[in-house]
Nanobody, 125 residues
């Protein structure tokens, strides 16, 4: 079990950029599959997969809606994983979560064992 500590997020205008950070405490980031999810608050709103970085960093998946705009990266020396978000749109407004898994290329939220606290991203003019 690891603790995931998120930072970043906030309010940005459409077309702007944000970088979300997630510190992995109590483990080594390169040994986990790291995922980013997002969720719009409200009843019946499921968590939506944004992207996955496989453990060891040899494979990445980015959801279609984020392709070409979002990237996932790690800094193994700092034990951090990042979600760089560019060309943000109002529909990207959500709470974003990082999560860790021992499953290779985990695409389902139930594959993930530990979750960050979430950070709000609001895209609005």
């Amino acid at each position: 079990q690891v603790q995931l500590i998120q930072s970043g997020g906030g309010l940005v205008q459409p077309g702007g950029s944000l970088r979300l950070s997630c510190e992995v405490s109590g483990g080594t980031v390169s040994t986990y599959t790291m995922g980013w999810f997002r969720q719009v608050p409200g009843p019946g709103q499921d968590r939506e997969l944004v992207g996955v970085l496989n453990r060891g960093g040899d494979k990445t998946y980015i959801a279609d809606f984020a392709e070409g705009r979002f990237t996932i990266s790690t800094d193994n020396d700092k034990n951090m994983v990042y979600l760089q978000m560019n060309s943000l749109r109002p529909e990207d407004t959500a709470v974003y979560y990082c999560a860790s898994s021992t499953v290779n290329m985990a695409y389902r939220d139930w594959h993930y064992d530990d979750w960050g606290q979430g950070t709000q991203v609001t895209v609005s003019s």
